[in-house]
């Protein structure tokens, strides 16, 4: 199933890169919660899940751009979670930083993952414990690697305003510094490109599960700021609490 997911999350990065290169209108608009939404969100969207319910009729999917009600998805044991265009904000700032996500989540646990990144080609996949990135043609498995000092993957749009995350780096002692946007975080790590993801801000489900499904593949761990590894269970909210994705 892995390789149909792969081929689904690359239809819909193109259905996001006719809006990108401009054969597609934009259309930029506001959710309730001021979040952007573009014509290119709804593209991907319709493209997976509609790719999604042929390949999976019985398996229900959560998406961002159209999430349903607790009282549909309580009781879900198993089911498809999906981010069609994380990283909004920087698709629209057109940095070429955004992916598309789509995980599969089974008792709470991302037991597989593909993240896909349409403007700069490459692909990021996991299943049955081991994951993989695709660019150019080539395909690589993928592990955490320990690095000194350990470079640090940070949020491109969301630092200025995290002074909890500023103040954990100025604690962490010697390290480097990056920035990027959308799930590529989660997937710098577990290519050992990266050693240490925190977070502190707000993130939804769908922003992490693909992501987190690729790194704990690869061998790293993805856990709140009390020690305990991200659950997907069903839950009113949406939100995660903080976290961190790390070797250790």
């Known amino acids: 199933?892995?390789?149909?997911?792969?081929?689904?999350?690359?239809?819909?990065?193109d259905a996001i890169m006719q809006v990108y290169n401009g054969v597609q209108p934009m259309d930029i608009e506001r959710k309730a919660d001021d979040s952007p939404v573009t014509a290119a969100d709804l593209a991907a969207h319709k493209v997976i899940v509609s790719g999604l319910n042929s390949l999976t009729p019985d398996v229900p999917v959560l998406s961002e751009e159209d999430p349903p009600g607790w009282e549909i998805r309580q009781h879900w044991q198993r089911y498809w979670l999906v981010d069609p265009l994380d990283g909004t904000k920087e698709f629209i700032k057109r940095n070429g930083e955004f992916t598309v996500n789509i995980a599969l989540i089974e008792?709470?646990?991302?037991?597989?993952?593909?993240?896909?990144?349409?403007a700069i080609g490459v692909l990021y996949s996991a299943a049955e414990g081991k994951a993989w990135?695709?660019?150019?043609?080539?395909?690589?498995?993928?592990?955490v690697r320990d690095a000194r000092p350990p470079l640090v993957v940070i949020s491109r749009s969301h630092?200025?305003?995290?002074?909890?995350?500023?103040?954990?780096l100025q604690q962490l002692g010697e390290h480097q510094t990056t920035a990027i946007g959308s799930s590529l975080k989660f997937c710098l790590v577990a290519e050992g490109k990266a050693q240490l993801y925190p977070r502190f801000g707000?993130?939804?489900i769908w922003d992490t599960g693909a992501g987190h499904a690729v790194a704990i593949a690869a061998g790293a761990h993805v856990h709140d700021w009390t020690g305990k590894t991200l659950d997907y269970a069903p839950r009113e909210s949406f939100l995660n609490p903080g976290f961190r994705v790390s070797l250790f």
């Open 159 to 168: 630092f200025d305003k995290d002074e909890e995350l500023k103040e954990y």
């Open 133 to 143: 990135k695709e660019e150019g043609g080539n395909k690589t498995q993928v592990h």
């Open 1 to 13: 199933m892995l390789e149909q997911i792969c081929q689904l999350a690359r239809e819909a990065g």
């Open 107 to 118: 008792k709470g646990k991302p037991v597989l993952g593909v993240v896909y990144a349409p």
């Open 202 to 204: 707000p993130t939804n």
